[in-house]
């Protein structure tokens, strides 16, 4: 059985403002599920901005896992055989569509565990936290980390799946 994980983000200056978009994409996943309006130009805004944040989080991730684009065969062979950064397609092609509870999924699944990865990076660089890390790896190996804190590739299938449908 070959996985294949996420790319892993180096912990550095864009590490605070990849959490900050990750919540607020999250955030904006909640605000469209728990829409009480039936207006539907009220919903779309709230969707595309879900699914905006979405992309920015994923450029983000392909920034700070592949470094600058370049135009070169081998980035583009990191770039493509991440299959987090591939979310990047699924995303744009959530963001040209007309918008639905459904399309939100994979991207709210993708982003919780992403934002766990992260935290655990953060836990795991000090010493006192260490053990919490532990905990948190132990608590959602399978369904949204490896045994190594990264996100489970299970996860990106879940995902790519739900965006097919969607």
């Given amino acids: 059985l070959n996985t294949v994980a996420m790319a892993p983000e180096p912990f550095g200056a864009l590490d605070a403002p990849h959490l900050l978009v990750r919540v607020a994409c999250l955030a904006g996943v909640v605000v469209y599920a728990t829409s009480f309006t039936t207006d539907s130009s009220v919903l779309r805004l709230k969707y595309k901005s879900a699914v905006r944040w979405a992309v920015l989080s994923a450029l983000l991730h392909a920034y700070r896992a592949h470094g600058v684009p370049k135009l070169s065969a081998d980035y583009a062979r990191r770039l493509f055989t991440d299959p987090h950064a591939q979310r990047l397609f699924g995303v744009l092609i959530l963001l040209v569509g007309s918008g639905s509870l459904f399309g939100l999924i994979p991207v709210a699944d993708a982003e919780v565990a992403a934002l766990l990865a992260q935290l655990v990076i953060r836990l ?4 006192k ?17 490896d045994g190594s804190g990264r996100v ?4 990106l299938r879940r995902c790519s799946l739900f965006e097919v449908t969607a």
């Avoid at 795991?124 to 010493?127: C, H, K």
């Avoid at 936290?129 to 980390?145: D, M, N, V």
């Avoid at 489970?152 to 996860?155: F, L, N, R, Y």
């Fill in 152 to 155: 489970a590739s299970g996860v």
């Fill in 129 to 145: 936290t260490r053990p919490l890390s532990l905990k948190l790896i132990a608590k959602c190996e399978g369904s949204f980390l």
């Fill in 124 to 127: 795991r660089r000090n010493v």
